[in-house]
């Protein structure tokens, strides 16, 4: 049996509580939200791609908080995959052999302790251990305070999903050590700065892309296409699973926007120039509209027919408050 000491502390979100994690055991007191938050991890998303379910589909997260997190502290970062499955279960276990935890992305409908009827292979849990003897796997995970027991070949299928929008194949990150950065101040602006570029402008290499619209441009899609929900098929669940992304799926609520407001009042103490700015109230305000328009599509979701009168109008508001708030972060002078 092999078993690192875990350093977990429960938290809203799996990949910042994983980030978190991480960076304690080695030595960096930093809280979910600071990683949250120098992740760049706020996103807005609609996505109309064939197959997925439901279609259309809005995210509000960030795609790529763990590298923007490692690249932007001066660690490299890079997901370990294995074209074959059999390969990642040693692999893993050499890694914590030598006394390091790993970030491990996986998809929920195989994690046991979850019982989920739908897959979502893009759930970050932290692997401190394991027991060959009864062939498991001791994790964290998000908002539950204890270990947890995943088997040999339930871990195997849970890293597996190669052929879904987030695919997985095996990915793991397990750094021998990690340092911070020399200027935190620096890096929380510019991460500040970025994730508010990507919400106005979209990632580079993104745009154009059939199906996908990023940002503000995504609301405004969005917006322009609510009128024919009623008209698809789905629209009861694509309203349904809008209001579970926003308000429930380990968002912290209002779309991450109350996660990512407490990053900004610590980085208050840290970063002078947004003293008096007031960014973490108006970041609150924007994560209670968002919190508004879930509850809004829940309530048209249990409807017999649809009606989308509120949450059109509160999309207008949403687009309006994000709009003003990251047009007054890129004003700064950082």
């Given amino acids: 049996m092999q078993l690192i000491q875990p350093s977990h502390t429960p938290g809203r979100h799996c990949a910042s509580t994983g980030l ?7 030595g960096i007191a930093w809280s979910e939200a600071m990683c949250f938050g120098l992740g760049s991890g706020l996103g807005v998303w609609y996505l109309t791609l064939p197959g997925l379910d439901p279609s259309p589909m809005v995210h509000v997260r960030s795609l790529d908080i763990e590298s923007e997190f490692f690249t932007r502290i001066g660690h490299p970062f ?15 276990c050499r890694e914590l052999d030598q006394g390091r935890p790993a970030l491990l992305q996986t998809d929920i409908f195989h994690l046991p ?3 989920s009827e739908t897959h979502y292979p893009g759930h970050v849990i932290t692997a401190w251990g394991y027991d060959s003897r009864e062939k498991v796997f001791f994790v964290t995970d998000t908002e539950r305070e204890t270990l947890l027991e995943v088997p040999f070949d339930a871990m195997q299928k849970a890293r597996y999903c190669p052929k879904h929008l987030l695919s997985i194949e095996g ?6 050590s990690i340092s911070p ?15 508010s570029r990507r919400i106005l402008h979209g990632t580079p290499g993104m745009q154009g892309m059939p199906g996908i619209f990023e940002g503000i441009d995504a ?12 008209d698809l098929e789905t629209w009861r669940w694509a309203a349904r699973f809008a209001y579970q992304v926003i308000e429930k799926r380990g968002t912290g609520g209002g779309g991450f926007r109350y996660l990512y407001a407490d990053f900004l009042e610590e980085a208050e103490g840290i970063v002078p120039q947004l003293a008096g700015l007031e960014l973490p109230r108006k970041m609150r305000k ?13 309530e048209a979701s249990e409807k017999d027919t649809p009606d989308l009168g509120l949450t059109a109008a509160t999309l207008q ?3 309006r408050l994000e709009t003003e708030y990251h047009l007054a972060v890129l004003e700064i002078a950082f």
């Fill in 181 to 195: 950065p020399k200027d935190t101040a620096a890096v929380i602006a510019e991460a500040m700065a970025n994730n």
């Fill in 171 to 176: 990915n793991a990150f397990s750094p021998t």
């Fill in 20 to 26: 978190q994690d991480l960076v304690n055991h080695h």
């Fill in 219 to 230: 609301l405004n899609r969005w917006q322009g296409a609510l009128p024919a929900w009623p």
């Fill in 113 to 115: 302790y979850y019982g």
């Fill in 286 to 298: 924007v994560g209670h509209a968002w919190t508004a328009l879930a509850w809004h599509l829940k």
């Fill in 78 to 92: 890079q997901w370990q995959r294995f074209a074959d499955p059999m390969e990642s279960e040693p692999a893993l």
């Fill in 317 to 319: 508001e949403v687009t």
